[in-house]
């Protein structure tokens, strides 16, 4: 791409690397990114701006991001960092799901631990919490998070995202789970994807406390 080809690319990304590198300390802060764990992207057009692989998120700049081909992932001739490791995922979202224009990949602890309980299911239901609503979904009476399994080789979780994600089976649920890895949302923007992580986070952690008082209560019996 030449630089007169780049230059509205350019003007579209550069405000919102630093909106990222606040997202991703945000996200530290609250022990949601530890170390370099985590990735942040939002989409320009035919390009994903994303977090930079290995950047400590406590301490991100906007320096600590890459610009790369929504077709191919590859960065821009002029970018310095390489970008996430787990940018096929982020792009896999962007190419499924129509009007995504922010993804937010976190390592919650409490919705890592929930996809570690449900990999054997492949998803992990919510019913009945009122605060599923933040999600967005047509009915939130019953919710259900798809869980993947954790493959080393990141580019076969993409695949298997966007074979869930392409069958056109109805509105899916903006969010997904890894197992023994970490969460990932979406929304039309990154005030959206990460209020839905937050609230993705809120139901495991109510989801295990449920479980915990069920337990409880059937100890006193």
């Not at 047509?138 to 399994?149: G, K, N, R």
């Amino acid at each position: 791409m030449n630089q007169t080809a780049e230059a509205p690319l350019r003007a579209g990304v550069e405000p919102e690397r630093g909106h990222i590198a606040a997202v991703c300390r945000d996200l530290f802060r609250r022990g949601w990114m530890p170390g370099t764990a985590g990735n942040v992207s939002v989409r320009a057009g035919n390009h994903v701006l994303i977090s930079a692989s290995g950047r400590a998120k406590g301490t991100m700049s906007r320096t600590d991001t890459v610009a790369v081909s929504l077709a191919d992932g590859a960065p821009l001739a002029d970018e310095q960092a390489r970008p996430s490791a787990e940018t096929s995922i982020h792009l896999a979202v962007y190419r499924t799901v129509p009007g995504a224009g922010a993804v937010v990949h976190t390592h919650a602890p409490y919705a890592t631990t929930v996809a570690s309980h449900g990999h054997a299911a492949g998803r992990v239901d919510f019913i009945d919490w009122e605060l599923a609503k933040g999600l967005g979904v047509p009915d939130a009476s019953h919710v259900s998070v798809p869980v993947f399994a954790n493959w080393a080789d990141v580019p076969r979780i993409a695949r298997d995202v966007v074979a869930h994600l392409g069958t056109g089976a109805g509105p899916a649920v903006p969010a997904l789970l890894i197992s023994r890895h970490g969460v990932t949302t979406w929304g039309r923007d990154l005030t959206e994807a990460t209020n839905r992580m937050e609230c993705v986070e809120m139901l495991c952690r109510l989801l295990l406390l449920a479980g915990n008082a069920t337990e409880q209560s059937e100890d006193i019996r």
